[in-house]
């Protein structure tokens, strides 16, 4: 194979060219864009916390190409905006820094029929002909293989801008390498890219200002990939799947308390399309039971995940008219026809109604309920139903509303806690539509807008991705607060090769894709269509933080609005050839103008971020004096000359036993890099590189160093890593090297629980801690344990012990220890957990970091050797931190704990209750054990030193390692941001700051003195 570069003189292998993401194409464009000249670069701006999407199309000439592949070639960033950069302004970024930014997808064509099957029959044969291909498909892969000639591959790019990213001008370029038996040839695309210095608001956050809500259908995901519903097994694919529609704005989550809710609208080769998810069982007393055992595991697994502020249960106007029971008298199921306005209907619905309330009450979620009705549903004697059953407060369920016509449905307004109107009726009555807004905004009632079958502009797969994006700002300019759609994950039989419904337009009841069947560890695949529906409510809340900087910008915002255009001509089921070029055009402008309106508003001095102006927040006071130790104190241990590789970090710590030799090993680089080992001969007074094994070259997580001193007098040491799902790792579980002659020689590293239940475990910071374990006369024993967490903030407990003939270390299978509290450790994101023991050694105490940055860190404790715990409670704002180790004062008994601080931040306005975070310092807390106890703020705090990180949440740096010596010296490692100068010039660039090791040594007593003279 020769490999060559593309000149502009030589014929090439492929015509690569870049194309609007507002459109897609499909084989049928090949003629059109091969015609074209190839245009070969891309231009987009985003903000911090944004995500960049990009297409281009690769079209093979004359031949055939065995094999095409797109990867990211170079990165570079100027840092000064609006101006045109040289070679030498710009800086290199090395890819291996930013390659997790930038996602590559081919976009695969599926058959859709084109037109309409008509409504009313779930068993209608699908439709016979009239296919067409659509671009649907976001096929996650850099490579495509055996293209044919005069074919047309499209691309997509997606990349996620992190907020601490600096502001100015990027240049990504992506290489398409294509290769034939004779020829390697290479082309780029080049793709310009501003960041904007406006940090967009967490996609979690958008329910409370412009949100997305996707009707879920669990049964149609067990259904695809042949599993149980509500197993473990299904679970496992739903959690991925679920994320995604968090990712985009998602936290309304969709239940059935009947069967067949929408008369088996949805495709299934069930007998019952679409199950309740409370089974009804009527009794011999012709009284009614209620299971809710599926609707908890759905309801709790996504509560689990952060979603379900939202519970929305259908429904009360089932479309069949029917209740399906199990009748114990008969033994079998029964579908009782019911209509509203028949006595029995409030009856049968009280009954329910009252046990849900009991039965939510007691779950702690009554107050996320709302019972779910659709267009045919309104009718005066549900609401009467509904509002007649209440709580101890009077309090009934709310409601949420879908509403076909706000003429002859305008009255119920003030019944509906979420109401959702369609595009059309909106269209046909704008100003009553905008009364209702105007009404709901006094009730602090919240209206979104929905679209459905028949609406156009529309979201199908024939449809335009820019439809999808017009159909969100149109919700947004007519006053809405939110958009809803039906569905998310309906899918058809076969959905990755054809979306035709046997009623709908194709691709009508899903948005999102599965994986290809019997793929392992499925993965969700997203659509053109859902990625602009998104895109389109990340938009929306920029223009809300726009609106929310200055008057004037506001102003400027609803100019933009008023000249979205409601309607487009359409022909058919679909818009116009014309039509569809308008909306492109349109769309393509509207965003462009989003980008001027944000570039004004900055170089107005206006701060767009979701706190907004940070004068306006100031620290939570705490109740106890909070020193800076003097440098005097202070030590480096390592600090980078490699300006690539400036990056040095989370630092491990331990004494052997003759307490002067110690060892610290560190990453190069953010949790994840080769690991470093130093040794101190003197007590940490000089430090020296060591050897390390081969293995120890490529660590994925914050590497933990532990001393095992066995109960024969003899000692290991142990350096454990994990491995999570991230820079390139591919296994799960945790690697462990053990060194059994004082850190002289290491194993190389072994993976222990690559797998837990049969799926890929990713960890994150095993083990951030390993205590040994006491018998029942209170004596060391040969036995550790350690604790970590997952994605999930599932915490693990798993005990090490070591085979005795072998001398093998072995490791228990995990057990989550947090099980009983697992919605508290779920909503407080409960993770890398400290553990130390009580002074008089009988209990196990437990620290922890709540990563939900909601709630201050928690303590919980074990009297059992860590078999139960007690309910995780609190900590005072003293203790707030993240990574906290404990240790005792040899000299004065104190309890010493060393953490990562975080502060709280209050706002200057008391009407406004909601607080805010920032990380701070590198901080050692004294204090007692009684005060952990008490959850009292303890003595007084001692700022090691202080991080200079120039992000917007600040403070990287406190994870640290800790040991004592006999007359109470204290020695303790960290890494940070120690340069001031050099962190001011790396404003959010913490990864590509300077960051090192730093150590401190003092004694209490010292420290102490040094404070009471004022120093």
């Known amino acids: 194979m020769i490999p060559i570069t593309y000149q502009a003189s030589q014929r090439p292998l492929l015509h690569v060219t870049a194309v609007s993401s507002q459109q897609a194409f499909t084989q049928a464009d090949y003629g059109r864009l091969i015609a074209a000249r190839p245009q070969a670069v891309i231009t987009e701006s985003v903000w911090r916390n944004d995500q960049l999407d990009v297409q281009f199309a690769i079209l093979t000439r004359d031949s055939s190409v065995d094999r095409i592949q797109v990867s990211l070639k170079a990165l570079s960033f100027n840092p000064q905006i609006n101006t045109t950069a040289t070679p030498d302004d710009k800086e290199a970024i090395p890819v291996d820094r930013v390659q997790e930014w930038f996602k590559i997808y081919m976009v695969k064509e599926v058959d859709a029929y084109a037109g309409f099957p008509g409504h009313g029959s779930p068993t209608r044969p699908l439709p016979i002909g009239n296919r067409r291909k659509a671009a649907e498909v976001l096929v996650e892969s850099d490579t495509m293989q055996h293209l044919p000639a005069k074919h047309l591959q499209a691309v997509w790019l997606q990349a996620h801008i992190p907020e601490e990213v600096p502001a100015g001008q990027y240049q990504a370029t992506l290489a398409v390498v294509a290769e034939t038996q004779a020829t390697q040839e290479t082309q780029t695309i080049t793709i310009n890219f501003e960041v904007l210095d406006a940090v967009l608001a967490d996609p979690r956050t958008f329910k409370n200002t412009f949100d997305i809500e996707l009707w879920q259908n669990p049964y149609a995901v067990a259904e695809y990939y042949e599993v149980e519903p509500f197993s473990e097994e299904h679970f496992a694919i739903l959690k991925p799947h679920m994320q995604k529609y968090q990712s985009i704005g998602g936290n309304a989550i969709t239940t059935t308390i009947v069967e067949e809710a929408w008369n088996g609208q949805t495709y299934s080769k069930h007998e019952t399309k679409f199950p309740s998810m409370v089974k009804w069982t009527k009794t011999t007393d012709n009284t009614y039971q209620f299971d809710y055992t599926d609707f908890d595991k759905w309801v709790s697994f996504n509560r689990n995940l952060g979603l379900g502020q939202k519970i929305v249960c259908y429904t009360m106007a089932p479309w069949t008219n029917q209740v399906v029971y199990y009748d114990q008298a008969t033994q079998q199921q029964q579908a009782y026809t019911i209509d509203v306005n028949d006595d029995h209907y409030a009856t049968i619905w009280t009954a329910f109604l009252e046990d849900f309330m009991a039965h939510t009450l007691q779950k702690g979620w009554k107050d996320a309920i709302q019972i779910g009705i659709d267009e045919r549903g309104f009718d005066p004697k549900i609401f009467e139903v509904v509002e007649a059953v209440t709580d101890s407060e009077g309090k009934p369920f709310k409601v949420a509303g879908a509403m076909d016509s706000i003429v002859s449905k305008r009255h119920f307004n003030k019944h509906i806690t979420d109401l959702s109107v369609g595009t059309i009726p909106i269209k046909e009555s704008t100003d009553i539509f905008k009364d209702i807004i105007e009404e709901r905004k006094q009730l602090n009632l919240k209206t979104s807008v929905y679209s459905c079958t028949g609406h156009s502009p529309g979201n199908f797969s024939l449809n335009a991705p820019a439809e999808s994006y017009w159909t969100i700002i149109f919700a947004y300019a007519a006053g809405a607060q939110g958009f809803l759609r039906w569905a998310y994950d309906s899918w058809v039989e076969d959905p990755l090769r054809d979306t035709t419904h046997n009623a709908f337009e194709a691709g009508d009841t899903f948005l999102i894709f599965p994986s290809e069947k019997g793929t392992p560890n499925p993965q969700p695949q997203s659509s053109l269509r859902l990625e602009k ?6 938009d929306v809340n920029k223009l809300l933080q726009l609106a929310q900087s200055n008057p004037a910008t506001e102003v400027a915002v ?188 290491w194993t190389e590293f072994e993976t222990y629980h690559p797998l837990y239940k049969g799926q890929d475990h990713w960890t994150i910071v095993p083990m951030a801690s390993l205590v040994q374990v006491l018998d029942a006369d209170q004596a060391p024993t040969d036995r550790w344990l350690g604790v970590y967490h997952d994605y999930n903030f599932v915490n693990y407990a798993t005990y090490l012990t070591f085979d005795a003939a072998t001398g093998q270390p072995q490791w228990s299978e995990p057990v989550p220890y947090l099980q009983d509290y697992r919605q508290l450790e779920a909503e407080y994101q409960i993770c890398e957990v400290g553990l130390f023991r009580s002074p008089d050694q009988k209990t196990i105490s437990a620290l922890g970091r709540t990563q939900s940055h909601r709630h201050s860190s928690v303590v919980f404790h074990s009297h059992d050797e860590g078999v139960s715990w007690s309910e995780p409670q609190e900590l005072p704002l003293e203790l707030w931190g993240e990574r906290h180790k404990a240790k005792y004062d040899p000299v004065s008994g104190r309890l010493l704990i060393t953490f990562r601080q975080m502060i709280q931040l209050k706002h200057t306005d008391p009407a406004i209750i909601e607080t805010d975070w920032l990380a701070g310092d590198w901080m050692l807390w004294v204090g007692t054990y009684q005060d952990i106890l008490a959850l009292t703020p303890g003595e007084y705090r001692i700022t090691l030193i202080e991080d200079w990180t120039m992000s917007r949440r600040a403070g990287d740096t406190g994870y640290a390692g800790f040991v004592t010596q006999s007359d109470g010296t204290l020695i303790l490692a960290s890494y940070g941001h120690w340069d001031k100068t050099v962190s001011q010039a790396h404003v959010n660039d913490t990864l590509g700051d300077l960051c090192y090791i730093k150590q401190v040594k003092f004694k209490l007593a010292d420290i102490e003195r040094n404070f009471n003279k004022g120093e």
């Not at 529906?533 to 990340?538: D, E, N, P």
């Open 533 to 538: 529906l998104a895109q389109g409510v990340r």
């Open 558 to 745: 609803g100019y933009l609005l008023e000249g979205v255009k409601r309607d487009y001509p359409s022909e058919g089921y679909y818009l116009t050839a014309t039509s569809k070029q308008a909306i492109i055009s349109d769309m393509e402008t509207f965003r462009i103008n989003i980008h001027a309106l944000t570039k004004q508003a900055l170089s107005e001095g206006n701060v767009i971020d979701p706190r907004q102006d940070a004068s306006q927040w100031e620290e939570a006071p705490l109740a106890i004096p909070d020193y800076l130790l003097p440098d005097a104190y202070v030590s480096t241990i390592d600090k980078p000359t490699d300006p690539d590789h400036s990056y040095l970090g989370q630092p491990d710590m331990i004494a052997l036993p003759d307490e002067q030799q110690l060892l610290v090993t560190y990453p190069i680089g953010h949790g994840a890099g080769p690991i470093v080992l130093q040794k101190s001969l003197d007590g940490g007074e000089s430090w020296e590189r060591q050897k390390t094994p081969a293995s120890w070259a490529i660590s994925y997580e914050t590497p933990t160093l532990y001393r095992l001193d066995f109960t024969d007098g003899s000692c290991k040491l142990v350096l454990i890593s994990g491995r999570p799902n991230w820079k390139g790792n591919t296994v799960g579980g945790w690697q462990m090297s053990v060194s059994d002659d004082l850190g002289e020689s």
